[in-house]
C-alpha cells in the first residue's frame, strides 16, 4: 500500500524538492559544521562539559526566538516585535516570581501568558485589520518596549535560585540547555503533521489558494503569532536563567538576530518554505560566530560593529545559494 | 460639494487638520501651547524629523517593500561625524558636513547594491545595517561621544535670525519644495513612481530599475545624515543615540501623509505634515507629563491606528 503511494507521487515535485529545499539546507549545514570546527579550533575549551553547558545556555533564548520567528515566517508573516516580547515577558515574569523560589511556576505561567497576549495583539493586528506585518509588528514593538519599562523602569529584581540554578543542572551529564534545544526539535518533529502548522504553511505559501482550499486563512496567521508569542515568552525566561535579574532594555538586537536566523536558516521570507530546525541552526551559527570574534581577541569597540558584518555576510551568502526567483 | 468631499478625503488634508485640532487641544489644555512661540518651537523639532522623513518618503515610493529602517542610526553617525568634525569652530562645518554626507552616502549605496544585487529584502538588509552603523558609532567613537556643534550651526537651529524665525525651518522649505519638484518634474522622480507601481512594467518601458532603486537607498542615508546634523545643532552636545529612535517616526510620518507603504503613490508634502503631526502629539504627551513609558506606548498604538484607515491590504475574497 504505501509503495503504490510512493509511486503515485509525481516524480516533478521529487525533482523540485531536492532542487529548492535541499539548496539552502545544505549551505546551512555546511555552514554550521564551519562555524562549529572554527569556534572549537580557536578556543578548545568549548568541548569541555561546563563549555557545552555555558554555550547553550547563552545561545537559548536565540535559538527559541529564532523558532518563534520561523514559525510566523512560514506562515507569510513576520514579526519585529520579538525582541521587544521577550523583555516584556521577562521583566512580568520576574515581577511575578520576586525571587521566591516557590512562584516558580507562577513565573513561568506569567512570562507564557504575556507572549501570548502579544502574540494575540500582532496577529489580531495582521489578520483582522489586515495590516502589512512589517510596520504593524513594528510598531507593536513600541507598545511592548513601552509597557515593559512600565513594569520595570530599570534592570533589576531578582531571579528564583531554582531558575537560573535549574537552567545550569545536567541531567545524565547532558546539559540542560541542550535538552531544552533538542525538546523544541523533538515538539516541532511531533506538532508539524497538526492540523494548525499544515495550514499556517499551506497559508504561507499561498494566501489566495489557501482561501480557495478552505484552509482558515485567518485563523492560521493570528495561530502563527499566538505560538510564536508562546515561544518567545519562553525565551524570556531562558533570559532571565542566564542572566539572574530582569532588564526592560533586552532583547534589542533578538528581532535583528532572528531574522538573520531564518533567512541563513534556508527559510524563505516569502513564506511557505523552511522549517523552525533550519532557524535553530542559523542561530547558533550566529552565535558561534560572535563567539569566534570574541577568541580572537578583538577590541570590545569593535565586536559591535564586527557582528553587524558577520550578520550582512550571513545574509549575502544565504541570498547567493538561494534559487533565483523573479517575483 | 462632491469637490469638498474629495479635499477632506486627502491624508494631507485630514493630517494638518489632525495638526491642527492636536494644538488647539494642548492649547485648551495648557494655556500657552498654542502660543506662537510655542508653535515655533515645535516646528523646529519638527524639522529633524521632517528631513529624516524626507529619505524615507523617496524610498517608501520606490516600491518593491521599499523601506530604511537604518535611518536613525544613520542619523546619528551622522552628527557624531559632523560635530566631532567641527569641535565647535564655525571655520569646520564644511568639512564636517561634507565628512558625514561621505559616509552617508556609502552606506546608502551598501545598501542599496545589497538590495538590487543580492536581493536582500529592504528591510532585513536594512535591518541588518542598523547592527553595522551601531558597530561603526562604536568604534569611531570608543563608547565616548565627545563632538560640539559649531556655534554658527547652533544658530541656524535655536537662533530666529530669518524674519524671527529659526533658520533651519527655511532649510526645511527649500530642501521639501526640492524634493517635490524632482519628485514631480524630472525624469527621476518619473522613474521613482514608476519603479514603485511596477516594477516590471517599469523595466519593460526601459527604466533603470536598478540604478534608480540604488539612488534611492543613498538619498534616504543623505537625508537621514542631514537631519542628524541639524539635530546636534539643537542639542549642541552629541550623544551616542541622538537621533536612534527617529526610524520609526520617520515611517510614521510617511504613512500619515497617504503614501502608500507599498509604493508608487503619495508625495512629500504629507510625510512633512506627518512629522508635525507626530511632533506636536509628543509635545502634547510631555506636556501633560506623561511617563516615557506611555510616549512610547502612544506611538506605536498611533502608527497602528493610522495604518488601521490607510494601508489596510486587500481582502482575499474578492
Known amino acids: 500500500m504505501t509503495a503504490t503511494a510512493t509511486q503515485a507521487a509525481p516524480a516533478t515535485s521529487f525533482v523540485d524538492r531536492v532542487r529548492g529545499v535541499r539548496v539552502a539546507s545544505w549551505a546551512t549545514a555546511a555552514l554550521l559544521v564551519v562555524a562549529v570546527v572554527a569556534a572549537i579550533a580557536l578556543q578548545p575549551n568549548l568541548l569541555t562539559p561546563y563549555g557545552v553547558a555555558s554555550t547553550f545556555a547563552t545561545f537559548l533564548p536565540l535559538v527559541l526566538v529564532a523558532v518563534a520567528q520561523a514559525i510566523v515566517v512560514i506562515g507569510g508573516g513576520l514579526d519585529l516585535s520579538a525582541g521587544a516580547i521577550v523583555a516584556l515577558s521577562s521583566v512580568v515574569a520576574v515581577q511575578t516570581m520576586r525571587g521566591e523560589d516557590g512562584l516558580l511556576l507562577v513565573g513561568v505561567a506569567a512570562a507564557v501568558a504575556t507572549g501570548v497576549a502579544c502574540g494575540l495583539v500582532n496577529g489580531l493586528v495582521v489578520s483582522r485589520l489586515r495590516l502589512q506585518p512589517l510596520i504593524a509588528t513594528f510598531a507593536s514593538a513600541s507598545i511592548f518596549s513601552g509597557l515593559a519599562l512600565l513594569v520595570l523602569p530599570t534592570p533589576g529584581g531578582t531571579v528564583p535560585a531554582v531558575l537560573t540554578g535549574t537552567f545550569r543542572q545536567a541531567i545524565a551529564t547532558v546539559p540542560m540547555s541542550v535538552l531544552l534545544v533538542v525538546a523544541v526539535v523533538l515538539g516541532w518533529l511531533v506538532l508539524r503533521r497538526t492540523r494548525v502548522l499544515r495550514h499556517i504553511r499551506a497559508t504561507g505559501g499561498d494566501p489566495a489558494a489557501s482561501y480557495a482550499s478552505l484552509v482558515p486563512v485567518q485563523s492560521s496567521q493570528l495561530a502563527s503569532y499566538v505560538l510564536s508569542g508562546a515561544i518567545c515568552g519562553l525565551a524570556g525566561l531562558a533570559v532571565l536563567g542566564n542572566a539572574g535579574s530582569g532588564d526592560p532594555f533586552i532583547g534589542g538586537d533578538l528581532a535583528l538576530n532572528s531574522v538573520a536566523a531564518v533567512v541563513v536558516g534556508g527559510i524563505a521570507l516569502r513564506g511557505g518554505i523552511g522549517s523552525p530546525i533550519g532557524a535553530i541552526a542559523g542561530a547558533i551559527i550566529l552565535a558561534l560566530s560572535s563567539t569566534i570574534l570574541f577568541s580572537i581577541g578583538l577590541p570590545t569597540s569593535w565586536r559591535a560593529l564586527a557582528a553587524g558584518v558577520v550578520v550582512i555576510l550571513a545574509l549575502a551568502l544565504s541570498a547567493l545559494g538561494a534559487p533565483r526567483r523573479r517575483r | ?318
Open chain 2, 1 to 318: 460639494m462632491t469637490r469638498v468631499v474629495a479635499i477632506l478625503k486627502d491624508p494631507v488634508v485630514v493630517a494638518a487638520l489632525i495638526a491642527v485640532l492636536l494644538i488647539a487641544i494642548g492649547g485648551i489644555l495648557r494655556p500657552g501651547f498654542a502660543s506662537p512661540d510655542q508653535i515655533v518651537d515645535m516646528l523646529r523639532v519638527a524639522s529633524f524629523l521632517g528631513i529624516i522623513a524626507i529619505g524615507q518618503t523617496i524610498v517608501v515610493l520606490s516600491g518593491g517593500e521599499g523601506i530604511d529602517l537604518s535611518v536613525g542610526t544613520v542619523a546619528t553617525l551622522g552628527a557624531i561625524l559632523a560635530s566631532r568634525t567641527m569641535a565647535g569652530d564655525d571655520a569646520l562645518i564644511v568639512p564636517g558636513v561634507l565628512l558625514a554626507l561621505g559616509v552617508a552616502a556609502l552606506i546608502g549605496l551598501a545598501n542599496g547594491l545589497g538590495i538590487v544585487l543580492l536581493r536582500i529584502p529592504p528591510f532585513v538588509m536594512t535591518l541588518g545595517m542598523l547592527g553595522v552603523v551601531g558597530g561603526l558609532i562604536l568604534v569611531v567613537t570608543g563608547g565616548r561621544a565627545d563632538g560640539r556643534a559649531a556655534p554658527a550651526l547652533v544658530s541656524l537651529v535655536n537662533g530666529r535670525d530669518v524674519l524671527g524665525l529659526p533658520g533651519i525651518l527655511l532649510v526645511w522649505i527649500v530642501l521639501g519644495v526640492v524634493v517635490t519638484l524632482v519628485l514631480r518634474r524630472t525624469v527621476f522622480g518619473a522613474r521613482l513612481y514608476a519603479i514603485g507601481t511596477s516594477r516590471e512594467a517599469a523595466r519593460l518601458s526601459g527604466v533603470p530599475v536598478r540604478r534608480v532603486t540604488v539612488s534611492a537607498y543613498v538619498l534616504s542615508s543623505l537625508f537621514a545624515a542631514l537631519g542628524g546634523i541639524a539635530m546636534v545643532g539643537y542639542s549642541q552636545q552629541v550623544f551616542l543615540n541622538l537621533a536612534d529612535d527617529l526610524t520609526l517616526p520617520s515611517i510614521a510620518a510617511v504613512v500619515i501623509g497617504g503614501t502608500l507603504v507599498a509604493g508608487g503613490v503619495g508625495g512629500y508634502l504629507g510625510s512633512a505634515v506627518g512629522a508635525i503631526v507626530l511632533t506636536v502629539l509628543t509635545s502634547l504627551l510631555t506636556t501633560l507629563a506623561m511617563p516615557e513609558w506611555a510616549r512610547i506606548v502612544v506611538q506605536g498604538v498611533v502608527l497602528i491606528a493610522l495604518l488601521a484607515v490607510y494601508g489596510r491590504q486587500r481582502r482575499l475574497r474578492s
